[in-house]
């Protein structure tokens, strides 16, 4: 299986001032390792210099580290420690001690000052690094920090060794999706534009393939007999998923990590012989998301949230209001959010089956059967779709975008999916934003995000708003409380 998801391989690196206690850095290093407990690669002096913070990053980077915490045991050297960060190839987290052994005269380091001239230093030198919300800590304050860096780092990795491979051209009608590129090699992604031809030939060469008997398999035991309702196109799926598993292999190039951006109608159902939904959901739940319709930044926006909950993420059209007879019977009384706080996310069948209801099968996707198939017919080429209630969860709905002037703005909104049955088609759920009218208004509205948002299944706010600093988004929204206008929120309304 494809390893897509980057391990951190952390490192710590303690710097002292030189009139300042060595000994303060070295002992206070050594307590955080002891209070982290979990794998770090300690470097066994603290850089005084320049010449000792080049030995340092290269002793790190041959140990196999890939991400770090530069720790400031007394005031620190504002020079090397900042240019550890700048020689060394990934995320850099900068924290420093807190005095806390009672003795302010040989014990007393400094850091919190120290601290103050690290960070100007970073800017001056233009280098972009983790500053947790109050850097300052004991050991175990610090063993806290390094537990909540590691998500950050894991997702700044990914990005930074990106590939998004495209089939198709983004849709005509949906140019929402049709975002500029140059957003992406802002961020260290690279990409790689296919036409839909490239696969379907691709997946021809497919045919026969002597592994489809075990993805079929394997297929068939995720959806049960209640869910595997088009057992004869299961060999079809199974083609395509080792068609996209391969072409990712063979293609990610100098790029370690890979996720996709297809376009999946109108010409792939009748070209395939099925719809792409229900491999796709496979796909997304091993970490290797496939966006719909070319979405390269839903995609990202996935892809993000992946490494950011070590977890299956899903790419939603936030759809339609909750009907009002709806949340008077099931909603009302039963939660304290409002009609507007509520609303239905969906997609034709994408999201992965670990996160939807029991009852969750393959079925066919009625708004293409309609458009594409005869009236009255039976479903043939729009079968493929996973569709299913999405199960109760606390949910995070958050999308990185590049809007039309070619600058990089995101959103993060935490809630989440409510017990609630839909009744309807697809894979669709009832979601709870608190504020959420208000949000859709004056930030996706506002701000012209496209209909098609990310979805990590837990509260990953703080993780993906500290992403988004560390890779340079200026623009991060969320939704405010009713206490907090909006800058556009109309004062007499």
């Known amino acids: 299986m494809m390893k897509n998801i980057p391990e951190v391989k952390l490192g710590i690196i303690s710097v002292s001032r030189d009139c300042f206690p060595i000994a303060l850095s070295n002992e206070r290093r050594k307590a955080i390792v002891g209070a982290y407990g979990g794998e770090i690669y300690e470097y ?19 140990a196999g580290c890939n991400a770090l ?15 550890i960060a700048q020689k060394f190839d990934g995320p850099c987290m900068y924290v420093a001690a807190a005095e806390g052994d009672g003795d302010l005269i040989n014990g007393r380091g400094d850091a919190y000052c120290g601290m103050l001239n690290c960070s100007y230093n970073l800017g001056m030198r233009h280098i972009a690094a983790y500053i947790p919300s109050y850097p300052v800590g004991t050991a175990s304050d ?25 089939f198709g051209p983004r849709p005509q009608d949906f140019f929402a999706c049709n975002a500029p590129i140059k957003g992406l090699y802002e961020l260290g992604v690279e990409v790689e534009e296919n036409s839909e031809l490239d696969l379907l030939v691709s997946y021809k060469e ?39 598993l391969d072409w990712a292999e063979s293609h990610k190039g100098a790029r370690e990590y890979v996720c996709f951006a297809n376009k999946c109608w109108p010409a792939f159902p009748e070209q395939f012989g099925f719809e792409p939904c229900y491999v796709n959901s496979r796909l997304a739940s091993r970490g290797i998301p496939v966006a719909c319709e070319v979405d390269i930044y839903g995609a990202l ?37 409002s009609l507007t706080d509520t609303f239905m996310g969906f997609h034709c069948g994408n999201t992965p089956s670990c996160k939807m209801c029991g009852d969750r099968a393959v079925k066919y996707q009625l708004i293409q059967h309609r458009l594409l198939e005869p009236e009255g017919s039976e479903p043939d080429f729009t079968r493929g779709t996973l569709e299913g209630d999405i199960a109760a969860s606390d949910i995070t709905f958050y999308r990185l975008q590049c809007d ?54 837990g509260h990953y706010g703080k993780a993906l708003y500290e992403v988004f ?25």
């Not at 390094?146 to 060794?161: D, H, L, Q, S, T």
């Open 44 to 62: 066994a002096k603290s850089v005084e210099n320049e010449l000792d913070a080049v030995a340092a990053v290269k002793d790190v980077t041959a």
């Open 69 to 83: 915490v530069v720790f400031l045991g007394n005031f620190g050297p504002e020079t090397p420690e900042t240019l």
């Open 142 to 166: 610090i063993a806290s920090m390094i537990e909540e860096f590691i998500p950050i780092a894991r997702a700044y990795i990914g990005v930074k060794n990106l590939k998004i491979i495209t």
């Open 206 to 244: 497919h045919a026969n393939d002597d592994r489809i008997d075990a993805v079929c398999a394997d297929m068939a035991n995720e959806l049960g007999v209640s869910g595997n309702n088009y057992p004869e196109l299961l060999p079809r799926m199974a083609q395509f998923e080792l068609t996209l």
């Open 301 to 337: 926006s996935e892809y993000i949230g992946a490494c950011v909950s070590n977890d299956a993420v899903t790419l939603l059209d936030i759809n339609n209001s909750v009907p009002a007879s709806l949340y008077e019977k099931e909603i009302k009384g039963k939660t304290d959010y």
């Open 404 to 457: 039309s002037e070619g600058n990089l703005r995101s959103y993060i909104a935490q809630g989440e999916v409510l017990d609630t049955p839909t009744g309807s088609f697809g894979g669709i759920g009832v979601f709870a934003i608190k504020e959420m009218g208000r949000f859709y208004r004056h930030v996706l509205i506002e701000k012209r995000f496209p209909h098609h948002g990310a979805v990590a299944f």
């Open 469 to 493: 600093r560390l890779l340079g988004v200026k623009d991060i929204s969320f939704n405010k409380p009713a206490s907090e206008r909006y800058s556009t929120e109309n004062p007499f309304d």
